[in-house]
């Protein structure tokens, strides 16, 4: 899932203990995804973590680590794991996944009219895709203070909460203190005031696929292929709010402490 749908899962997990002192474990909950933005760190590196591996002293807010990657487990696989899987492992009973079933057809007629075809399985992975962002759209739409909230996160962390997380991060990932600050600053960047504000638009949403799968840029009739996919995905996830309260459910039942 993306940044909307974390933020909004964890702030109904940390109910009203979530407040200004503590604002940071918002950015925690979302390294996963940020720190991949450096070009020396995959998300196959953030996403292995141990979900239930215990944490020293000191490093307590890594819990929020692995609550993001809770989420996703259960958004890609159905269940949670205890180390994750690699991305060939698409076959699951995830929302996204199941979601993502019902493009898979027109993802692939996409990409054959652009003379770049691709196979089912890949086909299955861009869909579901399209449906995190498709929720994180909803989300958005429903919820706009998330986006506000969020904000308020990053000003908070980056006004003297670094050294704090890039020590957890170098522990969690077992990266050098130097690479973990560099991707944190990086990554926050992406996340700032209206750049952020874009990113978690329609519009913003578009340019990550065409990023992502394109390269950036594809060209107008592209983005509005991709714009009818989002669209179509957002019709799919009417249902996206029992998706939310059953991730909750089973992460509450799976043990997971927070410690807030």
Same mark, same amino acid.
């Given at each position: ?94 929302? *996204?996944?199941?979601?993502?079933? %019902? $493009?898979? #057809?027109? @993802? ?7 003379? &770049? ?59 050098? *203190?130097?690479?973990?600050?560099? %991707? $944190?600053? #990086?990554? @926050? ?7 952020? &504000? ?63």
């Amino acid at each position: 899932m993306l940044l909307n749908t974390h933020t909004l899962l964890l702030k109904e997990y940390a109910g009203d203990r979530l407040g200004t002192d503590n604002l940071d474990i918002l950015i925690y909950n979302v390294m996963p995804d940020i720190l991949p933005i450096h070009r020396d760190i995959t998300p196959e590196m953030t996403h292995r973590m141990e979900r239930f591996s215990g944490v020293p002293a000191g490093r307590e807010k890594a819990r929020f680590i692995q609550f993001h990657l809770l989420v996703d487990d259960l958004s890609h696989h159905g269940h949670i794991t205890r180390n994750g899987h690699d991305r060939s492992e698409n076959e699951s009973g995830g929302y *996204a996944f199941r979601k993502g079933t %019902a $493009l898979v #057809q027109e @993802m692939m007629g996409m990409h054959r009219r652009l003379g &770049r075809p691709i196979d089912e399985s890949e086909a299955l992975y861009r869909s579901h895709l399209v449906i995190e962002m498709a929720v994180d759209l909803v989300i958005r739409g429903r919820h706009p203070e998330i986006v506000d909230l969020f904000s308020r996160a990053v000003e908070t962390t980056l006004g003297g909460r670094i050294d704090g997380i890039v020590g957890t991060l170098a522990w969690a990932y077992t990266i050098p *203190a130097g690479l973990a600050r560099d %991707a $944190l600053l #990086q990554g @926050m960047a992406a996340y700032r005031d209206d750049v952020l &504000r874009r990113s978690v638009s329609l519009e913003g949403r578009i340019d990550l696929f065409l990023w992502k799968f394109f390269g950036g840029d594809a060209g107008d009739p592209v983005r509005g292929d991709v714009r009818d996919l989002l669209v179509k995905g957002i019709e799919r996830v009417a249902d996206h709010e029992h998706f939310l309260s059953a991730t909750l459910r089973e992460i509450a039942a799976s043990g997971f402490d927070g410690s807030l």
